[in-house]
């Protein structure tokens, strides 16, 4: 196996850390580049792994779960932070185990996750423990109370920009594999079933030429918009409260070069509800924001005016949809499908849902691609790195900072989410 560069970027990565089952680690801390082996130290009964950077210690950094690739602990390291990576056996840390990682040493700065509740009670203990900058890893932060942070003196990071094409991509994958019952085949392959090809055997509805329905036009509903418009020439329509120029200019260049090969063009249209997006599409693919206005914006009344074979799809929120209304509208339509990526109750699922066979469930991989997860992995830690040397939030791409090399990565903050709020005298770096 090729020993990984210094700055190799996340394009050129071929290999993944991550404590994820199956995968597994495919190398050790020197076939990585580093020059020692990260330390195994068990803080108050929890394990942790602790890389030390070869010059001065100048921050500790705890980073609450294991991140895929290594251009995130170089930045780290290279930036005179000790990483201390939490091993908890704990899918998702409890608020007590974060604040026993933060008092157990000085503590600059926290990489964590959208599953852990960030309040008042760990912004508190965070800066108590010396700290002044958490980065969260996802471009979410429905787990994070700003005012809190602000309260306490903490900026929060968050990592867009890199999630787009992947999320659409498996909205994409979920709306093949519900209309085409792929999962429901493959259960019946695998079970030995199979006895000859025959006409009505799991037959999947076409989509070509058919129409989607997007509701939230934005980044992520707009790339998988074109995905369904030039691979598979579907009509568009939309919900958003914002026209997108960029969209609607999109496909009316698209529809040049269909007239130049003497194809039918498609269409696009904004509406003005929900209701007419829904009642006119074939499927139906959810990229909204979660609000108190878009809570269960899909329930019984609304999935009621679906057309009976549409495809529902949903890589957004979980609260967005009725999660119990839509099992019953799954059982009561046989014909109706759903692709769900995201759950009310994560990680839990309402009852029935895992018995509806018209409904394809997956455990919230959307952002599930390496180039993607390690990707947010550098922006989370270039957030870290910037808040404690003071450096200002960027204007560049976020693609400068996951493909440059190494040595010409911005020295700015990605993505700091409360800048404008934080004091000045501790932060002068958003004082401009």
């Excluded at 965070?126 to 942070?149: F, I, M, Q, T, W």
């Excluded at 194809?263 to 990229?287: F, G, N």
Aim: proline content about 5%; glycine content about 6%.
């Amino acid at each position: 196996m090729a020993v990984r560069r210094l700055g190799q970027s996340v394009t050129d990565l071929l290999r993944q850390r991550s404590t994820i089952p199956p995968v597994k680690r495919l190398c050790n801390a020197q076939q990585r580049g580093f020059a020692d082996s990260p330390e195994q130290k068990d803080v108050n009964g929890i394990p942790v792994e602790v890389h030390t950077p070869t010059g001065e210690r100048k921050f500790r950094v705890v980073v609450t779960k294991d991140l895929p690739g290594d251009r995130w602990l170089q930045m780290l390291l290279k930036s005179g932070c000790q990483v201390d990576i939490c091993k908890h056996s704990d899918t998702i840390l409890s608020q007590n185990t974060i604040k026993t990682l933060m008092a157990a040493d000085e503590t600059h700065g926290v990489l964590g996750q959208l599953t852990e509740q960030w309040d008042s009670t760990l912004f508190e203990a965070l800066s108590k423990a010396g700290g002044s900058v958490y980065s969260n890893y996802a471009v979410g932060y429905n787990n994070v109370v700003v005012p809190d942070a602000n309260k306490h003196g903490i900026a929060v990071g968050n990592t867009p920009g890199v999630l787009t094409e992947t999320t659409a991509e498996l909205a994409l994958s979920l709306t093949f594999a519900a209309a085409r019952r792929i999962v429901e085949a493959d259960k019946f392959m695998r079970g030995g079933q199979y006895e000859g090809w025959l006409p009505n055997l799991f037959v999947g509805n076409l989509l070509q030429r058919k129409t989607v329905g997007i509701v939230g036009a934005g980044r992520i509903g707009s790339a998988y918009a074109r995905m369904m418009m030039e691979g598979h020439k579907c009509n568009l329509v939309y919900f958003d409260p914002y026209p997108n120029k960029f969209l609607e200019d999109y496909v009316a260049h698209y529809n040049k070069v269909l007239e130049h090969a003497k194809e039918e063009t498609v269409s696009i249209r904004r509406l003005e509800t929900v209701e007419e997006v829904l009642k006119e599409s074939d499927v139906v693919s959810l990229h909204c924001a979660l609000t108190d206005e878009t809570k269960h914006l899909i329930n019984s009344e609304r999935l009621s005016i679906m057309k009976p074979w549409a495809v529902l799809v949903n890589a957004s929120r979980g609260p967005v949809i009725d999660e119990a209304a839509l099992v019953k509208h799954l059982q009561q339509n046989p014909d109706f499908r759903a692709g769900l990526d995201v759950f009310e109750d994560e990680p839990n699922m309402k009852p029935g849902l895992a018995e509806c066979e018209n409904c394809v469930i997956v455990p919230h991989i959307a952002s599930a691609s390496f180039w993607t997860r390690a990707g947010m992995a550098t922006l989370a830690a270039c957030n870290v790195v910037a808040v404690l040397k003071q450096q200002p939030t960027t204007s560049q791409s976020m693609l400068s900072f996951v493909d440059s090399p190494f040595d010409k990565i911005p020295g700015e903050a990605p993505s700091i989410v409360n800048a404008k709020d934080l004091p000045k005298d501790k932060f002068p770096q958003y004082s401009k």
